[in-house]
C-alpha cells in the first residue's frame, strides 16, 4: 500500500499534506483518549491511508475543490476503492473497514453503507473528524486564526450529525487546551 499511497502523493501535493496532517491529529485525539498505543499507531496509518483510494482519480478530479454532482459521485468511490486496495496487503487488512466507513456519519445519512452511531467503527469516527478539521484549517488564504475558527466551528455543527458528539467534544476541549498553552509559551 505505501508504494500506492506514494503515488497519490507524488501526483498531488495537497493530498500529500493532508495525509501527513491527518495522520497527526488522529494520533493526538488517540492520545487524549488515552487509548493504547497500539490504538494510536492503527489511527495513525489509517489517517495517513484514508484517502488511497482517490489513487484512481484523474488530476483534474484530485485538484478540485468544489463537484458536480457527477464528479461528487465518483468522489464517493474512494471509500470503496480504498477498502479494496488495503484489503490486498497483509499489513494494512486491519485498517480497511476503518477506511471503508470514514464517510459514514453519526446520525446515518453518511456513505457507502449508511451506518450510524456506534455501528461506525471508532476509528473512523476520529478520522472523519481529523480529516474534516484539516481539510477545512487549511482550505483558503484567511489568516490562520480565522481558519482555526471556522474549522472548530464546521466540527461543532456537525456534532450529532456527521460526527460523534463524545468525540467532537473530547476533540474540542483538545484544541482548546492546546491553543490555551501555545498562547503561554
Not at 97 to 104: F, G, L, V
Request: glycine share 8%.
Amino acid at each position: 500500500a505505501g508504494a500506492i499511497i506514494d503515488a497519490l502523493h507524488l501526483r498531488s501535493s495537497y493530498e500529500k499534506r493532508h495525509s501527513i496532517e491527518v495522520s497527526k491529529l488522529c494520533g493526538e485525539i488517540g492520545a487524549y483518549m488515552n487509548l493504547s498505543e497500539l490504538e494510536i499507531n492503527r489511527l495513525k496509518r489509517a489517517g495517513y491511508l484514508h484517502d488511497i483510494g482517490k489513487i484512481t482519480f484523474n488530476d483534474r478530479l484530485l485538484s478540485l475543490q468544489e463537484y458536480t454532482e457527477e464528479e461528487y459521485l465518483e468522489m464517493n468511490q474512494h471509500a470503496i476503492v480504498g477498502y479494496r486496495i488495503l484489503n490486498l496487503f497483509d499489513d494494512t487488512l486491519d485498517l480497511a473497514e476503518h477506511i471503508y466507513s470514514h464517510h459514514e456519519n453519526w446520525d446515518g445519512s453518511g456513505y457507502p453503507r449508511g451506518l450510524k452511531g456506534i455501528q461506525i467503527s471508532l476509528i473512523a469516527r476520529i478520522v472523519a473528524i481529523a480529516e474534516n478539521y484539516e481539510r477545512e484549517l487549511n482550505r483558503g488564504s484567511a489568516p490562520l486564526a480565522e481558519r482555526k475558527k471556522k474549522a472548530l466551528l464546521k466540527i461543532k455543527e456537525g456534532s450529532g450529525k456527521r460526527f460523534d458528539p463524545e468525540i467532537v467534544k473530547l476533540f474540542i476541549q483538545m484544541i482548546e487546551e492546546k491553543e490555551a498553552n501555545r498562547r503561554k509559551s
